[in-house]
């Protein structure tokens, strides 16, 4: 079945450091990929997607691309600022008939000032 | 818009009760998620609701939670006779189910439940 590995967190930084949070997945076909993000205390929402290979999803200085050679969605920043702390998902989404998608354990990031 | 809600943020119970946990999607979505998030852990999906179809209960943990969804918006999860490895965050999802290939989940902020 469809899986997501994330690295295991956390990812402590200082501001303005480079972050990389590696995800690799494997699934039938090629889906649409997604990171989503959680502040404290809220809900996930969703950062980014792309929805086909060597697309590159972005927003709020974030970037990932769709790899399918090495089946990955690393999530990449070039300068963290301390409100990038949150909780960090890549997930795929439902595939084959389900609609239920297939979150990874999530990786928490500090930034510290 | 609103986005999803859910209440009550924040629920403490007695081990042996009864909870019930609301959730208001977004008005048209037709596809809604519930799932749990312990402490420190992922998500644990629980159950799915689609329009008028039969859900997909595939991840309750055991007989003791029960969800349903009126009019195809608002759902109520409940957990009967309360245990304190029930204490967690339920979150509930929405989302605008197409014939693509991905479509984004709208979550609600959670119910913190902890259980005494």
């Known amino acids: 079945g469809d899986s997501v590995t994330q690295m295991e967190g956390p990812v402590t930084l200082s501001e303005e450091a480079f972050l990389t949070i590696n995800c690799t997945y494997t699934?039938?076909?090629?889906?649409?990929l997604f990171w989503y993000v959680q502040y404290p205390g809220e809900g996930l929402q969703l950062l980014l997607k792309a929805t086909k290979a060597d697309d590159k999803g972005s927003n709020k200085g974030f970037e990932a691309t769709y790899r399918k050679e090495t089946t990955s969605f690393h999530l990449e920043k070039g300068s963290v600022q301390v409100s990038d702390s949150a909780v960090y998902f890549c997930?795929?989404?439902?595939?084959?008939?389900?609609?239920?998608?297939?979150f990874g354990r999530g990786t928490s990031l500090i930034v510290h000032p | 818009g609103a986005g999803v809600s859910q209440s009550p943020s924040n629920k403490v119970t007695e081990k042996g009760k009864d909870v019930e946990l609301r959730c208001d999607p977004i008005?048209?979505?037709?596809?809604l998620y519930w799932y749990r998030q312990s402490l420190g852990q992922g998500l644990e999906f629980l159950i799915y609701f689609q329009g008028n179809s039969a859900p997909d209960k595939s991840g309750l943990p055991s007989d003791r939670f029960s969800a349903e969804r009126t009019g195809g918006s608002v759902s109520t999860l409940t957990i009967q006779r309360t245990q304190q490895e029930d204490s967690a965050v339920y979150l509930c999802a929405s989302s605008l189910i197409t014939s693509g290939s991905g479509d984004t989940q709208y979550f609600g902020p959670g119910t913190r439940l902890t259980v005494l």
């Open positions: 008005s048209g979505h037709t596809a």
């Open positions: 699934a039938t076909g090629y889906p649409s």
């Open positions: 997930a795929l989404p439902s595939s084959g008939g389900s609609y239920i998608p297939t």
